[in-house]
């Protein structure tokens, strides 16, 4: 046997050993939850673990040691609170969600507001998702849209939150957490920009072209390709073909969509390869109402986090424990505490899941804070 083979064997042993040492831990901790249980005492204990974690780590001889075993106990805690959480949640203490559950979303006769005005994106997202028996109300920002809603004066708003091709709205990723408003729903629609114009305009007329910033990001290949055109942002795609249609200059031009192009009499300059390919805008369907169907397949939450190393892992790491597939992560900069970030994060998941709840109970638990934004 060589030297490598023996240290190898060796090895063996001490794993074994410490697989041994990690499951009679874990029959400690279960010993734990159920006085927890008992006693309503919370399962994370800050003060105690940062206690542990020094205690433990100044048994180490070297520098290096230490600061492994110092992350080796982080995972350790983790993962006993993860199996508290659990154990709690099959002794039936589940967390209060608060939320209703509907078989479906009731919309007869609903007033739903939506930014820009007939022909943009979002009314054709509204026009998608609801039925005809709605009431459309619109509005010239986001903002307005969701007071709205806060206010009783609309019952669902219809808002951009992310394009395949331009990223995300980071506009209404911040509104989610101005306004306690929930997200019910999501609607996916195909982006198709067209350049448009008055009728009998060519493109050598054209000096300066509008549109929403991201209807412009979302064609700077295009765009590219004409550098003397002057681009100015207005607030809604559709808003830009009004603005060509009702100030009759033939030096301007809009990127909106067919439908803005047909409802204002505007003639379509440029259609087919304006914008790349497979462009698609998500929009969020959200209401004052604390609601889910009883199909909702997507959770949304907003989490900030203390400033210390691991703890975004920590935080995710109740998401993979509990088999639940993540689906997307942004980061949002916390205006009053600079240079620190807020997270987002949607994963797949229904709220009557235990191991949905178990989840969120560690993120609620762990984080400086949290909102449930929605299940849908």
């Known amino acids: 046997m060589t030297e490598l083979e023996k240290c190898r064997e060796q090895i063996d042993v001490t794993d074994r050993q410490i697989v041994e040492l990690f499951e009679k831990r874990m029959q400690l901790v279960q010993g734990i939850a159920e006085y927890k249980i008992r006693s309503g005492k919370a399962v994370f204990d800050a003060k105690r673990e940062r206690e542990k974690i020094a205690s433990v780590s100044a048994m180490a001889h070297t520098?290096?040691?230490?600061?492994?075993?110092?992350?080796?106990?982080?995972?350790?805690m983790s993962i006993s609170r993860k199996r508290q959480y659990q154990l709690l949640t099959e002794n039936g203490i589940t967390l209060p969600m608060d939320y209703a559950q509907m078989d479906r979303l009731y919309f007869d006769n609903a007033r739903v507001v939506f930014q820009g005005v007939e022909g943009a994106y979002s009314f054709e997202a509204m026009k998608t998702f609801f039925d005809d028996s709605i009431h459309p109300i619109h509005v010239p920002t986001w903002k307005e849209a969701m007071e709205?809603?806060?206010n009783g004066e609309a019952d669902f708003a219809v808002l951009p939150i992310e394009n395949s091709t331009a990223g995300i709205v980071s506009d209404i990723y911040d509104l989610l957490l101005q306004y306690n408003n929930y997200i019910v729903g999501e609607q996916i629609i195909k982006i198709d920009h067209m350049l448009m114009a008055l009728p009998g305009t060519s493109l050598e007329d054209i000096d300066v072209v509008y549109s929403h910033p991201q209807g412009l990001a979302q064609c700077k290949d295009f765009l590219s390709g004409y550098p003397q055109w002057k681009q100015r942002n207005v607030l809604n795609t559709a808003m830009a073909a009004e603005k060509v249609a009702r100030e009759g200059l033939r030096n301007q031009a809009a990127i909106a969509s067919r439908s803005a192009a047909e409802y204002f009499g505007l003639e379509i300059l440029k259609g087919d390869g304006?914008?790349?390919?497979?462009?698609?805008?998500?929009?969020?369907?959200v209401s004052h109402n604390r609601c889910f169907v009883r199909n909702a397949q997507k959770i949304s939450i907003c989490f900030g986090l203390p400033h210390a190393a691991g703890t975004l892992y920590s935080m995710l790491s109740n998401i993979i424990?509990?088999?639940?597939?993540?689906?997307?992560?942004?980061?949002?900069?916390?205006?009053?505490?600079?240079?620190?970030?807020?997270?987002?994060?949607?994963?797949?998941?229904?709220l009557n899941s235990p191991s949905v709840r178990n989840a969120l109970r560690g993120i609620e638990a762990e984080a400086s804070e949290f909102r449930l934004l929605g299940n849908y």
Do not use: H
Request: proline share 5%; charged share 30%; aromatic share 16%.
């Open 63 to 76: 520098g290096f040691n230490r600061r492994g075993v110092e992350e080796l106990f982080e995972q350790l």
């Open 148 to 150: 709205l809603v806060t």
């Open 274 to 285: 304006l914008s790349k390919e497979k462009n698609s805008t998500r929009f969020i369907i």
């Open 321 to 350: 424990f509990n088999g639940l597939n993540m689906l997307k992560i942004e980061s949002r900069p916390i205006p009053e505490k600079p240079f620190t970030y807020r997270f987002f994060i949607d994963f797949e998941g229904n």
